[in-house]
């Protein structure tokens, strides 16, 4: 079964350093990705997704993530975080042939950015 | 707005108490979901309805139950839930059913069951 791993529960930073976040995933075929976020008392909202082409894929608020398919990887970077960026964040899976293309989750990463 | 309106927002409600849950999309799109956020815990996918037809229930215990009489609404009805069924209950819709759009998320319902 597709399973995704978060590996940080919570992270902690200061304004103006940068941030990765890893996701690792579990499925062997064809994937599309996504990352989400859930400002604190916010719906989950889309911060970017690959399907195909180029690996490194730009998101809203400057954020960016590059799937490396030799380690089933697709990383959350963000070369300078603000405070604004405290929330929780959500790798997610989907295949898009078989299985009704359902998203598997993570178990979601914290950020708490220190002004 | 995301375009998924979740009601109410907060429930609170005894174990023996019946409720229901809406959710409605005006967004076009022919796919909504229902999971289940718990703290500390990966979002649960728990029922998928694709053209009105539930096409997956992820093992859910029998004292939820759907229902999606349209394409734009979605229901969760409850019945003798147990405290460990308080969590987020979290509707979603996608234009298809094969993953390729990404999900809307509406705001959530925050149940407690006491």
């Known amino acids: 079964a597709q399973s995704v791993s978060q590996h940080n529960h919570h992270v902690i930073l200061s304004e103006a350093a940068s941030l990765e976040l890893g996701c690792n995933y579990s499925?062997?075929?064809?994937?599309?990705l996504f990352w989400y976020v859930q400002y604190p008392g916010q719906h989950l909202q889309l911060l970017l997704k690959?399907?195909?082409?180029?690996?490194l894929v730009k998101g809203i608020k400057g954020f960016e993530a590059e799937f490396i398919k030799s380690k089933f990887s697709f990383n959350l970077r963000k070369p300078s975080v603000q405070w604004s960026d405290t929330a929780e964040y959500f790798c997610?899976?989907?295949?898009?042939?078989?299985?009704?293309?359902?998203?598997?989750f993570g178990q979601g990463t914290t950020l708490q950015v220190k002004p | 707005e995301t375009g998924v309106t979740q009601t109410p927002r907060h429930l609170v409600m005894g174990m023996t108490n019946k409720k229901s849950l809406k959710c409605e999309q005006h967004?076009?799109?022919?796919?909504m979901y229902w999971y289940k956020q718990s703290a500390k815990k990966p979002l649960e996918l728990m029922f998928v309805?694709?053209?009105?037809?539930?096409?997956e229930n992820n093992s859910v215990p029998s004292r939820f139950s759907p229902e999606c009489p349209n394409s734009s609404h979605l229901f969760l009805h409850l019945h003798t839930l147990q405290p460990e069924d308080s969590a987020l209950y979290l509707c979603?819709?996608?234009?298809?059913?094969?993953?390729?759009?990404?999900?809307?998320f509406g705001s959530g319902t925050r149940l407690t069951v006491v």
């Open positions: 979603a819709s996608s234009q298809g059913s094969t993953g390729n759009y990404g999900y809307t």
């Open positions: 499925y062997g075929g064809t994937v599309n």
């Open positions: 690959y399907f195909s082409g180029d690996p």
């Open positions: 997610a899976v989907t295949s898009p042939s078989g299985n009704t293309g359902k998203l598997i």
């Open positions: 967004l076009g799109h022919n796919a």
């Open positions: 309805y694709n053209f009105k037809e539930q096409t």
